[in-house]
């Protein structure tokens, strides 16, 4: 069930996926062989609460994010339906902090004076009742995912049968 939260609520994105992902032609055979963009979706059940606290967390890690020169985390919040209280949105693809990156990253974690590493788990895990996550390919066309696919049995053929007697 809470991994099939991940898949309906991918789906429920699409409208708001950037219209050249949705309808983009199939790649090009060499398009096809490089990598899919990647992405996390995270979701949350808090513990009693802790909600706002929960936000305001990831409200510094953003600082921090931004002072290595990263977007905010996306999140949405609980309307309806399922039973969790929020859900982020992480691109992974191309997220490789340079060490200039890291350098200003870790100075504004440490002007904030927010944990990291082993006492981050410890800390973050206060406020948290449940936590899945689903690693994802996308966003991707179904044309683009299809023309992946296409590619590939063309490049593997099905074995013929050996009929037995």
Do not use: C
């Amino acid at each position: 069930m809470k991994h099939n939260v991940a898949l309906v609520f991918a789906a429920a994105l699409l409208p708001f996926t950037p219209a050249a992902a949705q309808q983009a032609p199939a790649p090009a055979p060499a398009a096809e062989k490089a990598a899919w963009p990647e992405a996390w979706f995270e979701i949350f059940k808090l513990a009693p609460g802790k909600q706002e606290e929960f936000i305001r967390r990831i409200a510094q890690a953003d600082e921090v994010a931004a002072a290595g020169g990263f977007p905010p985390t996306q999140l949405f919040f609980h309307e309806n339906g399922a039973d969790f209280d929020v859900i982020l949105f992480k691109p992974v693809t191309g997220i490789e902090p340079t060490p200039a990156q890291e350098a200003a990253m870790d100075k504004k974690r440490k002007e904030l004076g927010l944990p990291s590493g082993p006492a981050y788990f410890v800390n973050i895990r206060e406020l948290v009742a449940e936590h899945t996550d689903s690693k994802t390919y996308g966003p991707l066309s179904a044309a683009t995912w299809l023309g992946r696919l296409d590619t590939w049995r063309a490049e593997n053929p099905p074995r013929k049968s050996v009929a037995t007697k």
